[in-house]
């Protein structure tokens, strides 16, 4: 039975071998199917005030706080705001690198993805105000 079979060679001394699996990669590898391939900080990226490098950066601040929280799951929003207020903190340095101002679409965009996040890995009973509470006040 050779189903699934490639073979090398030609003729008689062709020997089959099994090709790998392709498997589907997901955007950012994260084991939440939900975020695996969601695009963070939507509207900054459709907005042209923001440079696309701040807008990538920030989503890799969301998507490094992901696998923090999968690598140590918190058990209660308490545990949730030592990750999220860290990512806060996290931004406060990308504006200042970048010297971007603050304002509500950019302070918007990271409350709700961290409400999603929070959200995603099943802790909703999240103060909107505190998953952010370290953000320089924009």
């Known amino acids: 039975h050779t189903a699934g079979l490639v073979t090398r060679g030609f003729g ?12 589907a990669m997901s955007r950012h590898n994260l084991q939440n199917p939900e975020l695996a391939d969601y695009t963070f900080l939507q509207d900054i990226y459709n907005d042209n005030s923001f440079p696309f ?6 989503e890799a601040i969301l998507v490094d706080t992901c696998r923090q929280i999968e690598a140590d799951p918190p058990s209660d929003a308490e545990a949730l705001y030592l990750f999220t207020q860290a990512a806060a ?3 406060n340095q990308l504006r200042e690198e970048f010297d971007i101002e603050g304002g509500n679409t950019l302070r918007d965009a990271i409350d709700n993805d961290l409400a ?5 890995y099943g802790i909703y009973d999240t103060d909107t105000d505190r998953l952010a509470a370290t953000q320089d006040d924009w």
Do not use: D, L, S, W
Request: some cysteine; overall charge positive.
């Open 12 to 23: 008689y001394n062709a020997k089959p071998f099994h090709q790998p699996k392709e498997t």
């Open 53 to 58: 490098e701040f807008a990538q950066r920030g």
């Open 89 to 91: 903190e996290r931004f």
């Open 116 to 120: 999603y996040i929070a959200q995603c």
